[in-house]
């Protein structure tokens, strides 16, 4: 989204009374954050123009009219071997990322215990509102 505020202002136009706004989204603040710094995979522009923390969305969807009533954070796997994989200078196009093992032609860097170890991690992570990335679910203020 190039102009976040005013896309949050359509919607809210949009939206019925009860209805709920979905935004799924990289923020900042988490674990792999801190960890990768510039290599975090979620970075990867231009895919994404913003990266907001749960602080700015809060504001930004309070300017729009909008609330939080849910934010759950639903990092995977991904969020440490593809920044792994940006640490050593390999584009996600190298992978094999939809398929059973996506790593499989770079077991060099990361293996199969490192996968369960990441999968773990991530649970965790996101029980902790630590994970790179979170679902927040927005109501029209009354």
Not at 3 to 18: K, W
Not at 49 to 57: A, C, G, P, T, V
Not at 116 to 135: C, H, I
């Amino acid at each position: 989204m190039p102009n976040p505020r005013e896309i949050l202002q359509d919607s809210y136009r949009l939206l019925n009374d009860n209805g709920t706004l979905l935004i799924r989204i990289p923020v900042t603040g988490s674990y792999v954050w801190d960890k990768y710094g510039t290599d975090w995979v979620q970075f990867d522009a231009p895919r994404h123009l913003f990266i907001h923390s749960q602080n700015s969305m809060e504001l930004l969807a309070e300017h729009a009219g909008f609330k939080i009533d849910k934010i759950i954070y639903d990092s995977t796997d991904f969020q440490f071997w593809g920044s792994i994989l940006y640490q050593n200078n390999i584009p996600l196009t190298e992978t094999k990322m939809f398929s059973s093992d996506p790593m499989s032609d770079f077991r060099h860097l990361i293996t199969k215990d490192d996968m369960r170890y990441f999968a773990v991690q991530s649970e965790k992570l996101n029980k902790e509102n630590r994970g790179d990335q979170a679902s927040f679910y927005l109501k029209k203020i009354k």
